[in-house]
């Protein structure tokens, strides 16, 4: 019997394109091991069964569901059926903070929660494989109209029965009402990030981009995301490492330093807390493949 086969990060993948918006309608491939990028992950699953172990649950979905999930923290898809097909999309944090979501919502999500739903139907499944079409077209007008509509298809979440895992809550989010001027601030400090995640930057010259004091940009961006501007930063130049390290003569120091960090030993810690491994083992186990 042949060898399933599996997914392997690379540099046209989404770990290597940590600011890119991605759609996809295709048959999912099992991961080997877990892995983690800059965007929040929608997945709507058009036939067949899927499998998900997450950073501290795990999720089994079928035909008909939809989940939503921050690939920041490691993931992976372990076990899914030979029919399996799913569709779905990357969202840079920057078109995630245009959700009108409840923000107990957003921020279960930013720390680790999974937003299931099955309140879904046949429109769905027409409408995830249009926007596909649209985002792979080359046209930016018909990109932008399917991220529009998909961002609103997945606003409608709070109009329906959904649940988050961990911890089952059910229903009709509630939640502080959305603050839209935080967000565009939020959106602001996300774009300058994203632009210059592998330069040295600190908070005052994120701060400085979206026109607001340094402190009260921490604060916000803590409370909107879950992480320290730091975290934000540092995880965008992981998942750029990531890519990076899947290439078999890929030298560590060298990952290290294009990946914008300033020292071997601060990318060592970062890496190994998020990937609970060293860089060169993570090299090592994706070569051995």
Known sequence: MPERP??????????????ALQMFHNHPLVMLKPHWHAQVEVNFIVQGRVHYRMAE??????????CLFWGGLPHQMDDLSDDAVYAGAHLPLVHFFRLHLPADVRHRLMTGATLVTNATDQS??????RW????????PA??????NELLLRLERVRFEPYRLVPGTVAGHGAGSPFDQQSSRN????CDFIAENFLYDIDCVNIACAADIHPKYAMSLFKKSTGMTLNEYVS???LSYAQALLMHEDANVLKVAMDSGFGSLSAFNKSFRKLAGMSPSDFRRAGASR
């Open 132 to 139: 596909n079409d649209y985002a792979r077209s080359g046209d």
């Open 235 to 237: 995880l965008l130049r």
């Open 142 to 147: 018909r990109t932008e109209h399917a991220v």
């Open 186 to 189: 939020v959106g602001r400090m």
């Open 57 to 66: 649950h795990e999720i089994a979905l079928s035909a008909g569901e939809m």
């Open 124 to 129: 769905d499944n027409d409408n995830f494989k």
């Open 6 to 19: 599996f997914y392997q990060p690379g540099a046209s993948s989404v770990e290597g394109l940590p600011l």
